[in-house]
């Protein structure tokens, strides 16, 4: 018997079957730097219209999280996606320097030796340490195979940008939104700074809640009542609080003045409660025995006074407050000006000052009470609570656990504490609306970003923007030392400081000379050493940074992208400082995206010992898999990750590896530039397979376009198993092999395949770019080097609707496939046939699929992958025959065929004569004639 295989067209590809991303990934990534890929893709792109995506900067600190990946990836997928969609989209790295975090790494790093520098060489220092993490987070971001201009990244601490801080604060001091004040703050002890709203994030919290009773002074009994209607019991206002360590900063009580309040009675003293609240109350202290004296409303009890229950001689006045509320405790409220917001402003309308007991680390000043010297607040709890019990005053004390602000960096409780900090007045010019008014201008995915981000900036206070540290921007303001206010001309003033920050950074800020600067006033004025907050840095970033191209400038974004955290954070920010200074929103859409979680919807957590690192991911199945998993996630919901999803992942990325391959071995003689065959004598079936490719392209490209790239992951799935796996790829196998190399037929089939791949393997180039890098260099006829050079195919046509053989008949066609494989499938497991080109199928079919499939004549039977198909009449179908469950308009029946294997096309069409060869006569033709002729299949 003769080498048929010899004559056969077998596939060859050098495009491994196994991805090795570990290994090639790096050479890879060598190799697009080496080209300066990123400036290749300007050039490419340097008339287009842009899109600009504006980085928003993350930390300079500590490794890339997971969060960070997928950050990063869905920036690199929308910015690849858009330069496909004939866009200039450049992308300019960007991270956030300065602040508290960097700052106490450096102190740890300098330890003692930190009290011997001065503040320039502390700042050089966190520079450095600052530049250091910088490099680290970059190599990881560029190991994710993200492409970006990363050799001029955005630095907040660039001196230039720096700079351009200082400046926008300038314009914002002009325009007099700026102002000092001296009320509670949130205030991190472990930072030992102020914390803006965007800081805070609400955590649960174990706290000590007690009753206090608060002694009526006896000779203000009688502005309450009639004193000799009463027992002989003393009278105490009972407050709730959760916070005791608060109580020696507690100068008054203030009660609501038009609610009801009870006077009732107790076996030990008489108690004033809130009407509303005394059943409740009198439950929690397990009071048995009590009656209702009398009642009388709140503003009958102001400016009574009250002995603060272990400090001597302080007296606490009664003062009204609309505040107050019903939801917990007695409708009393102990009042500390210097820990509360509400408290302040009460105290305010009653000129009751700040005292001023609390440190900056969180410890008690001297000469308060013996018992609380140099204490730290969190111990004082326990020795308030002792002093209480020891004076007869402490009612009642339980653990409550509830939501209490925490510090977003350092994840421990906060307080309120007063101290001079300046604000940025967001009521003023009714900013406020008009901020909320530009929200609406604005394109949120998910939706419901406006109306969280509206809410928010709604319900917000003024923003603190001061810090007191040293690692960040100046503030640059010179106030007068006799009445604290800003310079008349500070924002012109600024001018030179800007000039000086832009040549020598914010040192300059701190070795200046004022008499250079201020001239004659230098005895007059002096400098204010706060930094300014971070996110006032962040929040900046839009400004300045700016694109352009030869036709096209771009000062605003597109597009910001974080994750949901950043409407509290540098979405808001950003809007208010754009609003301020430009009046509209530094952004036309914005994108949000959830938070990592495990399998079990925890949130990755080093303390809970799940988290799953990137740079780990990579190492053992390389950025791609890691890439294909953030594209196939819902990433407007939180994220599920596990080494489960990661497995299936690796599956998805197997098939589609897997079917560029195959079509990448079944070109390997295909030259387009002499092979091509038109659209016009293109076989009927491959005509298909461009055109249902074409379809495919312009879904995936409205799915990028709408960012919904889970969705492209199950058409690419889709596309790559049925239309392709199940159907046409498994269909051409045979005319593609055995047919003659050259024949109009095979070169059909090719040219169909090399237009499929040139679309599909643009449609994974933003996903899987590392693997789309590789399927591009072997691609025949390729002129360009990089596949992100380029835009969408634009070779792919459309059928001719009105033609017999529309979509319609092949989407039809590829229903009955399905159920007839189906049926061989049974047999093969039920051993009748040992694999499909076995069988004879006869099918019995009504006249209207009939008369379809008639068309296809003879090739019908390369479409079930049998060795023959007989088409009958739906009537005379015998009993036995197996009934389609999806079309009722057939039915078919399997016999093994009695003819012979053909040796080199395997199918079994071999009936033997004297005058046979040992070969089919369609291989005949094939090997020795003029070749087989195909129309349809």
């Known amino acids: 018997m003769n080498d048929y295989k010899k004559t056969l067209n077998l596939p060859y590809t050098k495009f491994s079957m196994r991805a090795n991303l570990i290994q090639k990934e790096p050479d890879i990534l060598k190799k697009w730097y080496e080209d300066k890929l990123y400036q290749e893709i300007r050039n490419k792109k340097k008339n287009q219209k842009i899109f600009f995506l504006h980085d928003g900067p993350p930390y300079a600190n500590g490794n890339i999280h997971i969060g960070h990946a997928v950050n990063k990836i869905l920036k690199d997928i929308i910015i690849k996606s858009k330069n496909l969609s004939g866009f200039d989209a450049p992308y300019i790295p960007s991270w956030d320097c300065h602040g508290l975090p960097i700052e106490q790494k450096v102190e740890e790093k300098l330890g003692l030796y930190k009290k011997s520098i001065n503040t320039f060489k502390f700042q050089e220092e966190c520079r450095k340490y600052a530049n250091q993490q910088v490099k680290k987070q970059k190599k990881d971001f560029i190991r994710l195979g993200v492409i970006g201009d ?109 609610f009801q309040y009870d006077l009732i009675e107790t076996e030990m003293y008489n108690l004033i409660i809130a009407k509303n609240l005394v059943k409740k109350t009198i439950k929690i202290l397990k009071i048995k025995n009590w009656k209702n004296l009398t009642s009388l409303i709140g503003k009958k009890l102001e400016n009574i006074k009250v002995l603060h229950p272990f400090l001597n001689k302080i007296l606490l006045p009664v003062i009204l407050g609309k505040h107050i509320t019903l939801d917990v405790g007695t409708g009393s409220v102990h009042t500390a000006p210097d820990h509360g917001l509400d408290d302040y402003i009460i105290c305010q309308k009653y000129n009751i000052k700040t005292v001023h007991l609390i440190d900056h680390k969180g410890y008690f000043k001297k000469n308060i009470h013996p018992e609380l010297n140099d204490i730290n607040i969190i111990e004082a709890n326990k020795k308030i609570i002792q002093l209480l019990t020891h004076n007869n005053h402490l009612l009642h004390h339980e653990i409550l656990k509830h939501s209490y602000p925490h510090c977003w960096r350092h994840k421990t409780p906060i307080i309120f504490r007063a101290t001079p900090q300046w604000f940025i007045d967001i009521n003023k010019n009714n900013l406020k609306k008009k901020i909320i008014n530009e929200i609406n201008k604005v394109l949120w995915i998910p939706k419901w970003g406006k109306s969280r981000l509206k809410e928010m900036i709604k319900n917000r206070p003024d923003w603190c923007i001061s810090r007191q540290r040293q690692w960040g921007v100046p503030m640059s303001i010179f106030i007068h030392k006799k009445t604290g206010q800003i310079h008349p001309k500070n924002h012109l003033i600024m001018e030179k400081i800007i000039k000086k920050i832009e040549k020598e950074g914010i040192q300059a800020w701190w070795n200046i000379n004022l008499s250079e600067i201020l001239e004659k006033e230098h005895d007059i004025y002096h400098q204010i050493f706060d930094i300014l907050d971070v996110w006032f840095e962040s929040g900046n970033t839009h400004t300045s940074i700016e694109y352009k191209n030869k036709k096209n400038k771009k000062n605003y974004a597109d597009m910001f992208l974080e994750g949901s955290d950043q409407h509290r954070g540098w979405f808001m920010s950003s809007l208010i400082i754009s609003m301020l200074i430009n009046k509209k929103a530094p952004y036309s859409q914005v994108l949000t995206h959830g938070f990592v979680v495990d399998k079990k919807g925890q949130k990755m957590s080093k303390s809970i010992g799940n988290t799953i690192s990137p740079n780990d991911i990579i190492n053992k199945l390389g950025a791609d898999i890691l890439r294909l998993w953030v594209a196939s996630s819902n990433y407007t919901n939180d994220i599920v990750i596990s080494n489960e999803i990661l497995k299936r992942t690796s599956d998805i990325y197997r098939r589609i590896r897997n079917t560029t391959r195959f079509m990448l071995a079944n070109i390997n003689d295909f030259n387009p530039n002499k092979d091509i065959i038109s659209k016009e004598n293109m076989i009927f079936l491959d005509k298909w397979a461009v055109a249902q490719t074409k379809i495919v392209q312009e879904e995936i490209i409205k799915f990028y376009n709408e960012y919904n790239f889970h969705a492209i992951i199950k058409k690419l799935m889709y596309f790559c198993s049925i239309d392709m796996g199940s159907f ?14 050259n024949s109009l037929e095979r070169r059909s089939c090719q040219t169909a395949i090399y237009y499929i791949i040139n679309a599909l393997v643009r449609w994974i180039s933003p996903i899987l770019s590392f693997t789309a890098h590789e399927i591009w260099n072997y691609l025949p006829g390729i002129n360009s080097k990089y596949v992100f050079t380029e835009e969408w195919f634009d070779q ?4 001719d609707a009105t033609n017999i053989l529309n979509h319609q008949f092949w989407q039809e066609l590829i229903k009955i496939k399905n159920e007839v494989n189906k049926f061989i499938e049974e047999e093969i497991q039920n051993k009748k046939i040992n694999n499909s080109l076995e069988s004879s199928i006869t099918l019995y079919v009504k006249p209207e699929i009939k008369n379809k499939l008639n068309i296809l004549k003879n090739e019908l039977k390369f479409v079930f992958l049998t060795s023959e198909v007989i088409l009958k009449k739906y009537e005379i179908a015998p009993k036995n025959t197996k009934k389609s469950t999806l079309k009722p308009e057939f039915k078919f029946l399997l016999k093994k065929t009695k003819n012979e294997k053909c040796p080199r096309c395997w199918h079994y069409n071999i009936v033997f004569t004297k005058n046979n060869y040992e070969i089919c006569e369609r291989c005949i033709l094939n090997t020795k004639g003029d070749g087989e002729k195909r129309t349809f299949i």
């Open 150 to 258: 990363w050799d001029n990244s955005h630095l907040t601490m660039n001196y230039k940008n720096e700079a351009n801080i200082i400046k926008t604060l300038s314009k914002i001091i002009k325009n007099k939104y700026l102002y000092q004040d001296f009320k509670p703050i949130y205030w991190c002890l472990t930072c030992e700074s102020s914390l803006s709203d965007a800081e805070i994030e609400y955590l649960n919290k174990k706290s000590d809640a007690i009753f206090v009773l608060m002694e009526i002074h006896s000779k203000y009994l009688k502005k309450i009542l009639n004193i000799n209607t009463l027992n002989n019991k003393k009278i105490y206002l009972p407050i709730w609080t959760t916070t005791p360590w608060t109580l020696p900063s507690s100068r008054a009580i203030t009660v609501h003045p038009d």
């Open 728 to 741: 046409y790829l498994d269909i051409i196998k045979d005319r593609q092999y055995t047919l003659k190399k």
């Open 796 to 799: 792919l046509f459309d059928l």
